[in-house]
């Protein structure tokens, strides 16, 4: 299984972005996806999830209100819109993959996507 993401780039302090994340292979039981973020100097951290459905999604307290998940189960992709952007989103973004949206906001992650560098200029 393999998890490529793309969509990062630079853009200025209050810009948009759209991450996306598309899976090849079965991930099997680890349906559920996430987007984590690595600024530099910091650790890795959880943003965001959805589960299989969509029913359920879960936010870091960082990006609630701003950044929104989302899937598209035909074309095996899950997307991060991401708005009103702010320096401190600076970071790599990774996609990953888990058996449930609660087993990723736990580092319970069973496939990790490459990442893609989000920079946001002030």
């Not at 965001?48 to 359920?56: D, F, K, L």
């Not at 095996?76 to 320096?87: A, C, E």
């Not at 401190?88 to 319970?108: I, P």
């Amino acid at each position: 299984v393999q998890l490529q993401a793309s969509g990062g780039g630079l853009v200025q302090t209050g810009g948009s972005l759209r991450l996306s994340c598309t899976a090849s292979g079965r991930t099997g039981s680890s349906n559920a996806r996430g987007w984590f973020r690595q600024a530099p100097g910091k650790e890795r951290e959880f943003a965001a999830a959805i589960s299989w459905r969509g029913s359920t999604t879960l936010y870091a307290d960082s990006v609630k209100g701003r950044f929104t998940i989302s899937r598209d189960n035909a074309k095996n992709t899950v997307y991060l819109q991401m708005n009103s952007l702010k320096p401190e989103d600076t970071a790599v973004y990774y996609c990953a993959a888990g058996r449930s949206t609660q087993a990723l906001t736990q580092n319970a992650i069973d496939y990790w996507g490459k990442g893609t560098l989000v920079t946001v200029s002030s």
